[in-house]
């Protein structure tokens, strides 16, 4: 049985920083894929950034490129998200996803196996 479970969402500044963290409880190999999403009110939810294949894979939506960096810490069973250069449009909740296969293909974009409850990011400007 796989859970997630994220961390780290706050409220802050536009041009400031957060590092979301996701625990996994459970085995994920590092062969598949884990990423995450983000939902704003009114909105879908989106893709923002995945990795697979022990991180040799990175995967980024165009509106997060160069701001955000996504890492799996395999030693702590952890996924994060450093987010820079905060936008006010990065305003949402943000999700940990992990599925059953690798994210390429385009696949990191719609996963969906696994579900963390979500942490709160609010950047004000």
């Known amino acids: 049985q796989v859970q997630l479970v994220e961390s780290g969402g706050d409220s802050v500044q536009a041009g400031g920083s957060l590092r979301l963290s996701c625990l996994v409880s459970g085995y994920i190999p590092t062969s598949h894929c884990m990423g995450w999403f983000r939902q704003a009110p009114g909105k879908e939810r989106e893709a923002v950034a995945a990795t697979s294949n022990g991180g040799f894979y990175t995967y980024y939506a165009d509106s997060v490129k160069g701001r955000f960096t996504v890492s799996r810490d395999n030693a702590k069973n952890a996924l994060h998200l450093q987010m820079d250069s905060l936008k006010p449009e990065d305003t949402a909740m943000y999700y940990c996803?992990?599925?059953?296969?690798?994210?390429?293909?385009?696949?990191?974009?719609?996963?969906?196996?696994?579900w963390g409850q979500g942490t709160q990011v609010t950047v004000s400007s």
């Open positions: 996803a992990a599925d059953t296969r690798s994210c390429a293909g385009g696949f990191w974009q719609i996963m969906n196996r696994y």
